[in-house]
């Protein structure tokens, strides 16, 4: 168990949350500054991949190499220094270098011309172009460098520095981003780290919160399948007559819920990404303190104006399958609830039958009983008319009473014998069952 200065037993995880703070730091920005940014969309084993490039990169530059837990790690690699960051899904590359930084995008691609060389970890999903330059005089003409119907122009850090970009992609693949700092008010390395680190961000996190888009496009059509499903199963439940039609609407009710819970497991990650992408990025714009520079638009009005719509069609997407899944369970509920009523329904008319059947076999019984005393009385009222005849033949009966008198007066005996000795048969034979059933 780890123990400290204090003799207290220590969490296992209080040092790496209180590193996590710490664990993507600013770093100082001198300018001019020419940035080149590229994330990458990275699964679990290109992740892995990806660390083991990152460490041969860095024994070729002899540099030192990131720790093995390490999500965030600064190279300085001479005219260049490179901010490597790992993420739960992506992986960023931060290439900087104040060579040939005067002029703003005076070098469009450093892969094409051999200033940067390395390995994409996965498939790339956002690369930015920022360049940060000093100056007594801002730039003119900015609809000569970006594109006019987007252009984005704004104050930030306080005024101290204009941001333009047009989110758009440029001849050599890049979304701009320019900064300019103001000499009089000043902007210093670590402001201007913190804005341009930000300003990355927004951008970055701006197209990963667009990947639930596509995904809210395509299964719009199915929603719309299982809704009209839906409505007309549950118009049919009105309709029902009998128990079959009843089970085949409730197999169809449950392969639109079977098929609606696999949709949604499919894009609970993307859509709740997606709010959480969005979520940073306004968090972002509020950290950066935009002002609205001159007649041009802001990010933030920008984005409420084009990606917002987005976010909100994602949300729409989520809240109707949710809205959906509750009303299969309310249909399925209530198509439940009239089978039951069905088969209780069912049982009460067996039961009922059961009884009847009961009560005519209690009668069949009842005449068989009634038969089976008289022909058992009848035989042994002859067994007494065969005992007397014998007994008269030997002379112990006088000659003057009459075999057929005495097998009169013994009707009755014997039909009262019997009777008590079938009761009693039936007696012990219940009695028997009733045993047996406890």
């Not at 083991?52 to 005219?79: M, N, T, V």
């Not at 930000?198 to 951008?203: C, H, M, N, Q, T």
């Not at 888009?213 to 549950?234: F, G, K, N, Q, Y």
């Amino acid at each position: 168990m780890v123990t400290n200065s204090f003799g207290f037993a220590e969490h296992p995880l209080r040092s790496g949350v209180l590193g996590e703070l710490h664990a993507r730091p600013f770093l100082p920005l001198k300018l001019p500054r020419r940035i080149y940014h590229f994330a990458f969309m990275t699964d679990d084993r290109q992740a892995h991949d990806d660390r083991q490039e990152i460490l041969a990169l860095a024994a070729k530059r002899g540099s030192a190499p990131p720790a093995d837990d390490a999500k965030f790690h600064h190279f300085d690699f001479g005219p260049w220094d490179l901010r490597w960051e790992q993420h739960a899904e992506f992986t960023t590359y931060t290439w900087a270098t104040s060579r040939d930084a005067e002029e703003p995008f005076a070098k469009p691609n450093p892969i094409a011309e051999g200033e940067v060389n390395f390995r994409g970890p996965g498939e790339l999903i956002s690369a930015v172009h920022m360049s940060c330059v000093a100056r007594d005089r801002l730039i003119e003409n900015l609809g000569e460098r970006f594109h006019p119907e987007s252009l984005c122009v704004i104050e930030a850090a306080e005024k101290c520095a204009r941001v333009t970009t047009d989110f758009q992609v440029d001849p050599a693949g890049f979304s701009r981003i320019l900064v300019e700092a103001n000499k009089v008010t000043g902007l210093t390395a670590t402001r201007a780290g913190r804005l341009c680190q930000r300003l990355l961000e927004i951008e970055t996190y701006r197209t990963l919160s667009l990947l639930g888009l596509p995904v809210a496009r395509t299964v719009r059509a199915d929603l719309d399948r299982m809704e009209l499903e839906l409505a007309s199963i549950t118009a049919e439940i009105a309709q029902v007559g009998d128990h079959p039609e009843s089970q085949d609407m409730l197999r169809r009710l449950g392969r639109v819920a079977a098929e609606l819970e696999a949709q949604a497991a499919r894009t609970a990650y993307r859509f709740s990404a997606t709010r959480a992408y969005y979520g940073i990025i306004n968090s972002r714009l509020e950290t950066i303190r935009e002002e609205q520079s001159g007649q041009f638009p802001t990010v933030s009005a920008f984005f409420n104006r084009r990606l917002r719509p987005a976010i909100e069609t994602c949300n729409a997407a989520e809240g109707r399958q949710e809205r959906l899944s509750g009303q299969l369970a309310r249909a399925t509920e209530l198509l439940s609830t009239g089978i039951q009523a069905d088969l209780e329904k069912q049982n009460r008319d067996l039961l009922h039958s059961m009884n009847d059947r009961a009560r005519m076999q209690l009668r069949l019984q009842q005449t068989v009983e009634g038969l089976s005393v008289a022909a058992i009385s009848y035989y042994v009222v002859g067994l007494v008319g065969y005992v007397a005849k014998g007994l008269k033949d030997v002379g112990v009966l006088p000659k003057d009473v009459g075999v057929g008198m005495i097998m009169g007066i013994a009707v009755p005996a014997v039909l009262l014998l019997v009777w008590l000795a079938l009761r009693e048969i039936h007696r012990r034979v219940h009695g028997a069952d009733g045993d047996e059933k406890h």
